[in-house]
C-alpha cells in the first residue's frame, strides 16, 4: 500500500506562516480599534485574502491518497470525505513537467476519474511521488497521457 500525504515541513511552514499573519492582523485590528491610520487597513486588507487562501488551499484540501489493491482511495482528513475508486475507473493521468530554471524541473501528476474528480500531486508537496507514479506506470499504463 502507498500512501501519499503532504510533506511534514511544509505543513509546518504554513502553520508558522499562518501564525505570523494572524499576530500581524491582530496587531492591525487593535490599532483600529484605538486610532485607525489608512495603512492598518491596508495590511488586513492585503493579509486577510492570503490567509484566506492558505487555510483552503493547504489546510482545508489536505488530502491523503492511498494506492494499492487495485484501487485509489483519497481522503480529506479535515473535511471527513473520502472517495474509493476502482483502477478501472481512471480516465487518465498525466505527469506534467515544466522547466522552472536551468537545472531544475516542477513536476505534477494528474489523475482524472470518470465521476469528474481531479486529483494531483507534486514531489515537492506530497511524500511518496516517485512511487506513485510507477504505480501508475505499472498498473494503467495505457491510460497515460503523454504531453509534450
Keep these: 500500500m502507498i500512501v501519499s500525504k503532504p510533506i511534514t515541513t511544509t505543513v509546518v511552514s504554513f502553520i508558522l506562516f499562518l501564525i505570523i499573519t494572524f499576530i500581524v492582523m491582530g496587531m492591525n485590528i487593535y490599532a483600529i480599534t484605538v486610532q485607525g491610520a489608512w495603512y ?5 486588507g492585503l493579509l486577510v485574502p492570503i490567509a484566506a487562501f492558505v487555510i483552503y488551499k493547504i489546510f482545508l484540501r489536505y488530502k491523503v491518497i492511498s494506492l494499492g489493491n487495485n484501487q485509489i482511495e483519497i481522503n480529506f482528513p479535515v473535511l471527513r470525505q473520502s472517495h474509493k475508486y476502482k483502477l478501472e ?3 487518465f493521468w498525466v505527469e506534467n513537467q515544466v522547466k522552472t530554471s536551468k537545472n531544475s524541473v516542477y513536476k505534477e501528476l494528474a489523475i482524472k476519474f470518470e465521476d469528474g ?3 494531483s500531486i507534486s514531489p515537492k508537496e506530497a511524500t511518496e511521488y516517485e512511487r506513485t507514479l510507477q504505480y501508475l506506470k505499472q498498473k494503467l499504463p495505457k491510460k497515460r497521457v503523454v504531453v509534450n
Design 40 to 44: 492598518n487597513y491596508l495590511v488586513l
Design 89 to 91: 475507473s481512471v480516465q
Design 117 to 119: 474528480r481531479k486529483v
